[in-house]
């Protein structure tokens, strides 16, 4: 069986810090790994076309309320339309042809179904095509990583260029699986990896990260292993060990125990995704 490489990049096209440099990173990987780049930007007024109580003897009041809304709408549509060509400028400046389509109507199932139609996703956390930064990853973030049938990067505001890759392994199935996809999409490229593994009292970790440098080693990553027994957060040490490390992204599986929403977004996953301040790798 032949190496599997990135053939295709989708990137989440929204006016925010995160998708901004999530546009970057999108270029950055497609140039290591020769991936065809796609954009893809949606129209969505539905928080601003959302009906409204209608107050008692307020029919002026609802009257200008309703034409504000509507003026809300004609200004987003037409900052949204300006984003394709935007995006397609801005990587043809890179040397890298891109198309960029826009959704309109469905734009989770849209996402979804485009989804399909590529290797890697990468979106800013904080896309929601509401043309406005918000605080931590989004509700449609968090959607198309768990309903998406594909491996995400998710980036915050800060872009990081180079520096190894840090693998977050704790031996689950989870980890396991992003591990493997990582490897056999070409994540690393020619970056070593850093494998920290974080268990509490009793756990052999050393043994569980030695098994992740073991399997890199199979796919020519050099690999160090870190093995941390800590009752503390493991979200507050991989944060630091990445600032410390100057890591260019971090491999992780999701993970908790308390059915399927946790399982992907249990708190230390959830704040990995609201403040890392790098780039998280996730495949469930």
Known sequence: IGEVYVRSILVTVDDTPSCVTARALGVALARRTGAALRGVTAIEVSDINRVEPFPVGGAEYAYARLKHREQQAKERRSRIADLPATFQSAVASEGIEAPCSTIEGDIRGGL????????????????????????????????????????????????????????????????????????????????????????????????????????????????????????????????????????????????????????????????????????LFIYH
């Open 112 to 279: 979804l179904r485009m989804i399909e139609t590529c290797d890697l996703l990468v979106t800013g956390r904080d896309a929601e095509f509401h043309l406005e930064p918000l605080d931590g990853v989004t509700p449609l973030v968090e959607h198309i990583i768990a309903r998406g049938c594909r491996p995400v990067v998710v980036t915050g505001p800060t872009a990081i260029e180079d520096g190894p890759v840090l693998v977050a392994y704790d031996g689950s199935a989870p980890a396991a699986k992003a591990l493997q996809l990582a490897a056999l999409l070409g994540i690393f490229g020619s970056s070593s990896a850093h494998i920290l593994t974080v268990q509490g009292e009793g756990a052999d970790a050393r043994q569980i990260a030695a098994r992740a440098r073991d399997f890199l080693a199979l796919h020519d990553v050099k690999a160090e292993i870190e093995a941390c027994v800590s009752s503390d957060d493991p979200a507050d040490i991989l944060m630091r060990r990445a600032v410390e490390s100057r890591a260019r992204l971090l491999v992780m599986g999701a993970f908790g125990h308390r059915g399927f929403r946790e399982i992907l977004f249990g708190s230390c996953t959830r704040r990995l995704f609201d403040s890392a301040p790098l780039p």
